[in-house]
Each structure stands twice: as structure tokens, then as C-alpha cells.
């Protein structure tokens, strides 16, 4: 929309970009402003009077970390099942679960910014994430009633089942993005609901809000970080102190599996509802967003710079992560963990690599092809057609055409 407000003339320089260098086009997507390395893409065109503006571009680092993160997401459900038998695989499921959903929703707020509630950016929320979240409830309940033997479960849209929260929440976060970059302390406000949610048992089921307020401060903490604030974790420097960090973690989630609730990690239940005191809640709340925010940090500092083989695969993580949710319970449900090798050391290795590729596959182009109907899909039946919107596409398309 910027470039179409510029007055070109042959005698005057057009005038510099009146988006800040930390803006999203208007789809949610990333923006080659927000590159996150120094580097403000932005700027790019302004140096010339007849200069056209650079094609929008992804930041490699952004990408990269989103399919790691789903990859950790996969490792951690294939370890479910082993952790009965192997005290390693549940110390490596409690520490994978202290961080991976985290690091997916500070990204997930950082690209949440520019949500200011304009028609185009509801159409996108309500079709990038609603209606995935409606489709996807639908079929996970039947394939429950199918694969679980179970024909009378059901369908609830009130109740989220197994993945599906993430998206019911990400969908209530977003909305709530204005409030967010209204108040004064942000961060603070999050941590206290978060604190109050965890001690409130009566909240209920619906919409998973317990995990929806518990899980809240990572989205706010993303929507107020910028570029600069990942540079700090992209140095060499970050990534060695991150080493003895990391180090300390996989021996204190070694020493917890026996110490420990895991269902800690899911915050998905107040204190009393896990037969605690109350206060130990507010502790827990604390400790846990400290210890998720530490390991985000060392995370990211590991996650590539550059382009990788991996990169593209980052687009398509929100496939990977609701279609591997299938296999996942499948596996549960049809007793392939019932396998003896599987609970071997070689067997657990093997569940690793095999859980890897299967979300690696589920990431893919053909398999974005053929599920972006309901993914993304466009309904332009479904919504009226935004003059402002249209004005503005078509000032676009005749400035880039000169």
C-alpha cells in the first residue's frame, strides 16, 4: 500500500517507505523487513529514483526454526510411549516439552505484530486458522470414533482433542493482539493470568483455556521482541554459553522423571487439580516460563542462518503438525508400541528417525498442495469484497507496472 501513496516524478527521488522495518504484508506473512540480521530489507528500492521495490523475500532463520521446532514436536509424541520403560526418553520428553510449543508461540506472536483487526487480516485469521481448526476437529473425531472403537465420542468444537488447541488458542491470541500493544506492561499482565489461571480450577474444558491463559505470556513476550532482540541469540557467542545451559537441563529433566509431574509441562490443569496447594502453583507458573524462555533462547541460537535443505520446509509446518497428529494416535490406537524391539535402544532410535522423516514428508510442497483446501482455503464466496482492499491492489498493480 506505500508504494501506490508515492507521488513519482522524473525531477524528485520517491520518498522513503512509510512502513516501519518491522512489518508483515498483509496476509500475516513474513516480510522481507523483518529480517532479523541487521539488515533492514525495507530501505531496498528507495536508493534510486527509477529503482523498483524488491520482491518480498522470507527470513531463512525464521523458517529454519519453525521446522526444527515441529521435528522436537514429532520426537516428543514418538517418545510418549517409551517413557514406562526408559528413563532417557522420559527425561528427553520432559526436556523437549519445557520449550518446543514455547518457541513456536514467540514466533508465532513476533509474526502477529501487524495484526491490527483490518477486514483482510480477519479473512486470513478466520481462513488460515478457524477454519483449519473446524475441519480438523471434525476429522479427528471421527477418526477417533473409527481408529479408537469408539463410536459414540463426540464432536465437539467447545472441546478441542489433541492438536487442535494449539489453534483454537493461536486464534484467541491473535485477536486479542490490539490489547496486547495497548498496555503498559504488556508481559506482566500475561504472567498474571497465567498465575491466576493456575489456580483456578473452575475453569473448565472449553476451548482448552486453561492451556489458552497458562501458555499466554510466550505469544505476548513474541509480539513485543524485534529484530534486534534475535540478533542477540544468533552470535557465536550465544550458542557456546548456550552449551553448558543445555547441558544442565538434560541432567535436571534426567533427575525429575522420578521428582516430577510431567503434565506439568502441558498447562492444562490448575495446582489443585494435580492434588497440589495452590501456592504451588504461582511457583510452578514462574519457574516454568523462566526455564521455557532459557531454552527457547539456547534453541534458537542453534537454528541456522542460511538457506538449508530443510528451509522450505518451514512454510509448511502447520500441515506437519495437524496431519502427523494422526499417525501419532494411530500409533496408540492400533498398539504399534506394542512391539518388543521398539522398547530397545535401537528401537527407540529407530521411532526417533522414523518420526523425524514422517513430519519431514508431511511438510512438504505436494503434501501443501493437496491439503490447501483446508488449510488455506481462499472463500472468496464467503466474504464481501473490501472496496478500500480492491482500490488498493489495483494502485499497486499500475505502479509496479511502470
Known amino acids: ?35 532479523g540480521t541487521g539488515h533492514s530489507a525495507g530501505t531496498a528500492g528507495t536508493t534510486g529514483a527509477t529503482a523498483k521495490p524488491k520482491p518480498k523475500s522470507r527470513d531463512p532463520f525464521f523458517d529454519n526454526a519453525k521446522y526444527l521446532a515441529i521435528v522436537l514436536v514429532a520426537f516428543g509424541h514418538a517418545w510418549e510411549p517409551l517413557r514406562d520403560e526408559s528413563r532417557t526418553a522420559a527425561a528427553l520428553y520432559i526436556f523437549v516439552y519445557t520449550f518446543h510449543m514455547p518457541a513456536f508461540m514467540v514466533i508465532s506472536g513476533y509474526f502477529s505484530r501487524s495484526f491490527t483487526g ?6 486470513r485469521l478466520v481462513t488460515g486458522i478457524g477454519v483449519p481448526y473446524v475441519l480438523f476437529e471434525v476429522a479427528y473425531s471421527f477418526f477417533k470414533r473409527w481408529a479408537d472403537d469408539d463410536p459414540g465420542y463426540p464432536i465437539s468444537l467447545l472441546d478441542p482433542w489433541y492438536l487442535t488447541w494449539f489453534l483454537a488458542a493461536l486464534f484467541i491470541w491473535r485477536l486479542t493482539t490490539p490489547l496486547w500493544k495497548m498496555v503498559r506492561w504488556p508481559v506482566a499482565l500475561a504472567l498474571a493470568i497465567a498465575v491466576l489461571a493456575s489456580v483456578s480450577p473452575d475453569i473448565g474444558d472449553d476451548l482448552d483455556l486453561q492451556r489458552v491463559l497458562q501458555f499466554l505470556p510466550f505469544f505476548v513476550i513474541g509480539l513485543n521482541l524485534r ?22 537441563g538434560l541432567l535436571f529433566s534426567y533427575w525429575a522423571v522420578e521428582r516430577m509431574n510431567s503434565v506439568w509441562f502441558y498447562h492444562r490443569d490448575s495446582a489443585q487439580e494435580l492434588g497440589v496447594q495452590w501456592w504451588v502453583g504461582v511457583v510452578m507458573t514462574f519457574a516454568l516460563f523462566g526455564c521455557s524462555m532459557v531454552l527457547t533462547a539456547c534453541f534458537l541460537a542453534w537454528v541456522p542462518r542460511r538457506h ?27 498398539e504399534w ?24 514428508a508431511l511438510c512438504t510442497t505436494p503434501v501443501q498442495r493437496a491439503f490447501r483446501f483446508a488449510m488455506e482455503p481462499k472463500m472468496r464466496w464467503a466474504f464481501k469484497e473490501d472496496p478500500a482492499a480492491a482500490a488498493r491492489h489495483r494502485r499497486e498493480d499500475k505502479s509496479a507496472a511502470r
Open 1 to 35: 500500500m506505500t508504494h501506490s501513496l508515492r507521488q513519482r516524478s522524473p525531477q524528485r527521488s520517491p520518498l522513503p517507505p512509510a512502513v516501519p522495518p518491522e512489518s508483515k504484508d498483509a496476509a500475516g506473512r513474513q516480510d522481507a523487513t523483518v529480517a
Open 118 to 123: 483490518r477486514p483482510d487480516q480477519l479473512k
Open 227 to 248: 529484530p534486534e532482540h534475535f540478533d542477540l541469540v544468533r552470535t557465536r557467542r550465544a550458542r557456546l554459553l548456550s552449551l553448558p545451559v543445555i547441558g544442565l
Open 308 to 334: 538449508m535443505w530443510f528451509t522450505a520446509l518451514g512454510a509448511g509446518t502447520l500441515y506437519g503438525y495437524l496431519l502427523h497428529g494422526f499417525l501419532a494416535k494411530g500409533s496408540r490406537f492400533w
Open 337 to 360: 508400541y506394542e512391539t518388543d524391539w521398539i522398547h530397545t535402544p535401537w528401537g527407540a532410535i529407530g521411532v526417533t528417525v522414523i518420526a523425524g522423516a514422517v513430519i519431514t
